[in-house]
């Protein structure tokens, strides 16, 4: 019986020629029928594949034969399903892209070597980050990702910057509004660890003294405790999955339309926009439209 896998990875490592590395990619993904975003940058890979679980497997092994990912810090997830020709139902089509920076972040200083990125925070894996907190009452989460993800699932107590995209995060950092925070322990988050890896060199390099990440994300703190703990409502996940809730989670959202509970993101129905809404079942069975674009929606 074929079962349907997520594959959610990444791994900081200089890449001389990332050209050769997507094609290589592109080739290899294709012949496992796999689909889903990769992105391949000088600083190394990210992505997240769907697939059949023994096609997500080869394209490990395959991937881990490189010497530079040899390391490559890999998470699974159960998939939605797969289609008639065995194809991931959470993906649409297969995306490998080069890019001169792995996330967009708009740091041209950022710096890599095999340990990953050079000047980061230090790691602490998720058993460790409960007893560091526990240890240190001052402690604070900061999250890594855009408020809309937030919205749904954060650490309890979290500082959620006022971001839409990773290009805010800079000038967030420097509009003075977490001054305070630069004398007190400063735990970084993200989904899968990628971005809060970056985020806590950029902190670092604008003067918070005690900068930390979770290893591996939230992805990997949810496989060590899921809705116990310190995390409170869903992971928003970018596949056609949306958001995905360890057992027992409670909604933390709140509808944008009627404020009723929900963990439910839903795009808006403008195709031009990208953005993403917090909506409860109910109100999604009508489309919905950001602050720009629901008047039009609704004239329509």
């Known amino acids: 019986m074929s079962v ?36 391949v940058s000088p600083h190394g890979i ?16 395959a991937t ?32 490998v892209k080069t890019r001169p920076e792995l ?16 000047g980061g925070g230090g790691r602490l894996t998720p058993e460790e980050v409960d ?23 954060r650490f309890e107590g979290a500082v959620v910057p006022e971001v839409a995209t990773t ?17 007190r322990p400063v735990i970084t988050y993200c989904t899968g660890g990628v971005r809060c890896e970056i985020l806590s060199k950029l902190m670092k390099d604008r003067g918070f003294e005690e900068v ?14 899921g809705s116990g703990s310190h995390w409170k409502g869903a992971l928003t996940v970018f596949d056609g999955r949306e958001t995905v809730a360890p057992e027992g989670a409670e909604h933390i959202g709140c509808c944008h339309r009627c404020g009723s509970p929900t963990s439910k993101l839903v795009n ?9 809404l917090v909506t409860c079942e109910a109100c999604a069975e009508s489309p919905v439209g950001c602050k720009e674009h629901a008047e039009a929606l609704n004239n329509r």
């Open 4 to 39: 349907a896998k997520i594959l959610l990875f990444y791994r900081f490592t200089p890449l001389a020629d990332p050209e050769a590395v997507k094609l290589w990619q592109v080739e290899l993904c294709t012949r496992l029928g796999l689909r889903g975003r990769i992105i």
């Open 167 to 183: 290009h805010d995060f800079v000038p967030e950092l420097e509009s003075g509004r977490y001054d305070h925070l630069k004398n």
């Open 212 to 225: 930390y990440q979770l290893d591996g994300g939230i992805v990997r703190y949810l496989e060590c405790f």
């Open 268 to 276: 808006c129905a403008d195709l031009a926009c990208r953005e993403r």
């Open 103 to 118: 996330v967009a972040f708009g740091e041209p200083g950022l710096a890599v070597d095999d340990e990953g990125v050079i």
């Open 131 to 153: 007893a560091f907190v526990a240890a240190h009452p001052g402690a604070v989460f900061f999250d890594g990702r855009n408020k809309v993800e937030a919205a749904v699932g």
């Open 64 to 95: 881990k034969r490189y010497a530079p990912f040899k390391q490559l810090d890999e998470k699974w997830s159960p998939g939605t399903g797969l289609d008639g020709g065995g194809g991931s139902l959470d993906f649409p089509r297969l995306s």
């Open 46 to 61: 990210n992505g997240t594949l769907g697939g059949e679980l023994d096609a997500c497997k080869a394209y490990l092994k």
